[in-house]
């Protein structure tokens, strides 16, 4: 199948909706639940779960403010390669 360019708009909508569940998949790595990362964040899990859903028009929602990131990085013990990629688009 042939692969298709995605505008930037596009390829910002599915980095938003990606990344709690990148968030997640990182958490797994080192040995950590969802209930962890919920809990450096000062939220409840269901409060985590929550923010991956869409809005109510479909469009992705920013998950996380840039100091709660920043939290989750320290937390994550992420490389300064992963974070770059991370947020720039």
């Known amino acids: 199948m042939p692969r298709v360019a995605l505008s930037m708009e ?3 909508d599915y980095m938003v909706t990606d ?3 990148w ?3 990182e958490a797994r790595k080192k040995k950590m639940h969802t ?3 919920a809990q450096a964040l000062g939220i409840t899990p269901q ?3 929550e923010r991956k859903k869409p809005k ?3 469009k992705p929602k920013d998950s996380f403010s840039y100091g ?3 939290i989750l990085f ?3 013990e992420l490389g300064e390669e992963d974070i770059l990629r991370l947020m720039k688009l």
């Open 56 to 58: 109510v028009n479909g």
């Open 47 to 49: 409060a985590w779960n």
């Open 19 to 21: 990344l709690p569940y």
């Open 68 to 70: 709660e990131m920043l």
């Open 74 to 76: 320290r937390l994550l």
């Open 10 to 12: 596009q390829k910002r």
């Open 23 to 25: 968030f997640e998949k």
């Open 35 to 37: 209930k962890d990362l």
